[in-house]
C-alpha cells in the first residue's frame, strides 16, 4: 500500500469512530479468540495487537489480564479511543508493514479483520513479519472475512474503504506458508448490510521445524 492508500484507509475509520463498535457490537467470536490467546500465554508477556481498532475487546481483555499490550493502528481516532479503552496498553500510530518488529519479542499476536486491510500481495509478507516476531511456539489469533477478491472497494458504514479477502481452503494454505501451525479454526457468519459475511477465525502457534 502506498502512503496515500493508508491514509485513505485511515480516514474512512477516523470517520466512522465510535460507530463501529455500534455496529459491530456483538464480538463475541473475537472475544473467545482473545481468551483463547491469554490462556496460553505466560504472566507479563507482550503482546501485539495489529489493527487495534477502539481496543474493546482484545487490547482491554489482554491488558486486564496482565499482559503487555502494544496495540498498532493506522486511524487517529481508533487510536483515539483505544486509549481511552484500555489505558494501561500502549498504542502507536503505524501499518503493520512499516512497523518495526525485533525478532521473538513478542509472545502472542491478535490480528483481527486488519490484515485485510492489505493487498494479497503484502499478506504473506505481514504474516512472515509477525512469525518473526513471534517468540518460539508463540501463539497467533486471526480473524479474515472469506472471499475471493483482491484489494477491492467496498462501501462499509458510509464510507468507502478497500479490502482482500481467500477462499478459506487458500488462506489456510497461506497461514501454513507463512510458518504457522493451525490449531483451531471457526467460522461465524455475520450479518452484514443487506448480505451475511462468512468470517474466519484461526487460532495458530509458530510451528516447530524439524
Known amino acids: 500500500m502506498s502512503n496515500d492508500e493508508i491514509s485513505e484507509q485511515a480516514a474512512a475509520f477516523d470517520a ?3 460507530k463501529y463498535d455500534e455496529v459491530f457490537a ?3 467470536a473475537q472475544v473467545e479468540a482473545t481468551r483463547w490467546l491469554a490462556e496460553r500465554l505466560t504472566a507479563g508477556d507482550r503482546v501485539l495487537d495489529v489493527g487495534c481498532g477502539s481496543g474493546v ?3 482491554k481483555m489482554l491488558t486486564e489480564a496482565g499482559f503487555s499490550v502494544h496495540g498498532i493502528d493506522i486511524s487517529t481516532e481508533m487510536l483515539r479511543l483505544a486509549r481511552r479503552n484500555a489505558p494501561g496498553a500502549h498504542f502507536e500510530q503505524v501499518d503493520v508493514m512499516s512497523f518495526s518488529l525485533e525478532p521473538s519479542s513478542f509472545g502472542g499476536v491478535a490480528a483481527f479483520f486488519s490484515l485485510l486491510m492489505l493487498r494479497k500481495s503484502e499478506i504473506p509478507a505481514a504474516l512472515r513479519k509477525i512469525v518473526h516476531a513471534l517468540q518460539p511456539g508463540g501463539y497467533l489469533a486471526l480473524a479474515m472475512v472469506e472471499g475471493d477478491f483482491d484489494y477491492v472497494e467496498l462501501p462499509f458504514l458510509g464510507h468507502a474503504i478497500h479490502v482482500s479477502a481467500y477462499p478459506q481452503a487458500e488462506l489456510e494454505a497461506v497461514l501454513r506458508d507463512a510458518g ?3 490449531l483451531e479454526s471457526e467460522a461465524v457468519t455475520f450479518p ?3 448480505h451475511v459475511e462468512r468470517q474466519l477465525y484461526y487460532r495458530c502457534r509458530v510451528a516447530v521445524r524439524a
Open 192 to 194: 452484514a448490510g443487506d
Open 16 to 18: 466512522i469512530g465510535e
Open 26 to 28: 456483538d464480538k463475541r
Open 57 to 59: 475487546p482484545t487490547a
Open 180 to 182: 504457522l501451525e493451525i
